[in-house]
């Protein structure tokens, strides 16, 4: 089966996907995006990305050309017709075609794109191994709560952590507090407790850092909303990540110092199974 886009109303295969090349995604990253996955064949939290969604297009002020039901509506259809046994489904909401130029273009219709690729199924993705972050300063842009497609900083971020024997990146902010990683939420476990950084401007409110707070708290575990320091990373017991296609990543070491074990810990692998338990029926 081939990957397949929805471009401007029509569905067809991906490699026959194009927009122009006036499209204000292009020239100035000027549009937002969303991640789906399925299980069981259904998109996972559709509803919670298409409110998302609504609030990074009010972010950015361009007023939807589609209602979330017509959205969603798509979303189905090409899952149907991808016919994967689970998909990435990708969004993405540009303001469309027009002559460059900064100012926004009156009466230009909205480009909107969706892919559709196969996502490995919930069996073959165990809690996988952990991995090695670096903190670095945070350079991105100051509206992180919105989904935009300028992502340049976070691509960068990701490249330097990889040139410094990392796996990813976590940014921390000017007074000292961590907040994501370059494409997840962040986690640490002290003492039995699990904390996560409260939402804000700075961070993405993850559709799965949500489902995991719920996980915790519904097996007994306190979770807090509260900063986390850079220090705090180093003094953790157990140091996780989540977002929607990875769910959830161990962290074995920050800026080189040890902080858990190889593998996941006792509390991050009972958050994990209940998100499992209760979102994948695994
Ligand atoms: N933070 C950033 C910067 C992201 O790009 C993402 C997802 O891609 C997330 C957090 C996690 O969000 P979600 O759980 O909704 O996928």
Known sequence: VPDIAFVNEKFMPLGQA??????RGF??????????RTYHGRPFALDE?????????AGIKLVAPLSRSELAGIV????????YRESV?????????????????????????LTFRECPPVSDTPLGKAI??????????????IKSVALLASV?????????????????????TVTE???????????????????????LAGITRGKFIEAARSIGLTCDELPVTRDDLYAADEVCLTSTTVELVAVKSVDNRPVGGDKAGPVTTRMFQQFRKVHAGA
């Open 18 to 23: 194009t927009v122009h090349v006036e499209d």
């Open 27 to 36: 020239q100035f990253a000027d549009g937002v995006y969303e991640a789906v």
């Open 49 to 57: 990305h298409l409110a998302r969604l609504d609030l990074s297009l």
């Open 76 to 83: 189905h259809e090409g899952i149907r017709l991808a016919g």
């Open 89 to 113: 489904v990708y969004i993405q909401i540009t303001r469309g075609v027009a002559p460059r130029h900064r100012r926004f273009p009156t009466n230009t219709k909205p480009t909107v794109v």
């Open 132 to 145: 090695r972050i670096v903190t670095l300063d945070d350079f991105r842009w100051g509206w992180c709560h």
């Open 156 to 176: 960068l971020a990701y490249e330097q952590a990889h040139a410094a024997g990392a796996d990813d990146a976590v940014f921390v902010e000017p007074d000292g």
């Open 181 to 203: 990683s370059t494409a997840g939420n962040l986690f640490v476990v002290k003492e039995s407790r699990v904390r996560t950084p409260p939402l804000g401007p700075k961070l």
